[in-house]
């Protein structure tokens, strides 16, 4: 016999839903039946699996060992990678991602920030291989794999549902920060449509729809400051879409520096290799929480910045020196 103790990682959900989690390699007709026999009970008492669950509920497993270890099973790929965690608390935490880190598998064989999130948490005892049976910390958001900067992650349930919530209700504000070509003295407010190709998994930015699939989109961005042909942009982002930033700004003429897949290949050519640069200088800068109540409530009206990548302000310092 084996017992779960809902904890708030599990709570808010159906009996089922968890069951699923737990004996991930069984059939659902399995622990359907075995609910109908009171081989798996909920408080004592015979459940039918819709039951929505509360934090201190007991589950009771009545089954061999053998059985659980059967249709129970945690696939874990342990990292040595030390994360740059910005900040953390209960609930999430965020980390400045670096270039060439994927943030969510692409395929099976890949390491992504997922993976060493579950090791940091697991090394620091936070996590065990038996409560991610039923619970998996994740991100919140994605950025492209040579995009650095913050990421968010929620380490319990309520924490990745609130974070989920304020990305989906666009109230969490993100600023970028990247460097592009041409000279910029004006802010600017862009909006669109983005076209996605998923065959090159490049994008087009368009005036108007041309199907329904295209998505609207909207840019903000303010110079920072320009020197040699280049300026450094705060790019606010409102809508969060593939590739938004490098496309949009490209459409207006101002591509990303070390951008090759919409950039300028000669300009990016002598700063990779006047500098080693190996990809866009676009950087996750700052974000800010709006004003919260209830889970998550520490962090509200919260600014959280993340430095840029060593490269990044070396090329920015070395512009700005020179006459």
Not at 250 to 278: M, T, V
């Amino acid at each position: 016999m084996q017992e779960i103790k809902v904890t708030k990682n599990e709570a808010g959900q159906r009996l089922d839903k968890l069951l699923a989690k737990y004996l991930n390699e069984a059939p659902k007709s399995f622990f359907y039946k075995m609910m109908r026999k009171k081989n798996i009970v909920l408080n004592g008492k015979k459940a039918t699996g819709n039951e929505k669950l509360e934090e201190g509920d007991i589950v009771k497993l009545f089954l061999a060992d053998e059985t659980i270890r059967k249709f129970s099973s945690v696939k874990i790929q342990r990292t040595k990678t030390n994360l740059s965690v910005i900040y953390e608390d209960q609930d999430v935490v965020l980390i400045n991602k670096p270039v060439g880190m994927l943030s969510q598998k692409a395929k099976e064989s890949d390491v992504s920030l997922v993976e060493h999130l579950i090791s940091y948490l697991l090394d620091a005892g936070e996590l065990s291989e038996e409560t991610l049976k039923s619970f998996r910390p994740s991100i919140c958001n994605r950025l492209d794999r040579n995009t650095s900067g913050i990421v968010v992650a929620g380490k319990s349930l309520p924490g990745l549902q609130k974070m989920g919530e304020l990305f989906k209700e666009r109230t969490l504000h993100k600023y970028y920060r990247c460097l592009v070509q041409g000279v910029i003295r004006e802010d600017q407010y862009l909006k669109g449509w983005l076209k996605k190709d998923e065959k090159t998994n490049k994008v087009q930015i368009l005036d108007r729809p041309s199907d329904p699939s295209d998505q609207p989109i909207e840019t903000e961005y303010h110079p920072l400051w320009t020197k040699e042909g280049v300026t450094l942009l705060e790019v606010r982002l409102i809508t969060g879409k593939t590739h938004q930033i490098r496309a949009h700004l490209a459409s207006e003429g101002h591509p990303l520096i070390g951008d090759y897949k919409y950039g300028d290949r000669k300009l990016n050519d002598f700063y990779q290799k006047k500098y080693g640069l190996k990809s866009q200088l676009l950087h996750a800068y700052r974000l800010e929480f709006p004003v919260m109540e209830g889970v998550c409530s520490q962090l509200s009206e919260k600014v959280f910045i993340a430095d840029v990548p060593p490269l990044f302000a070396k090329i920015c310092k070395e512009l700005r020196s020179e006459r």
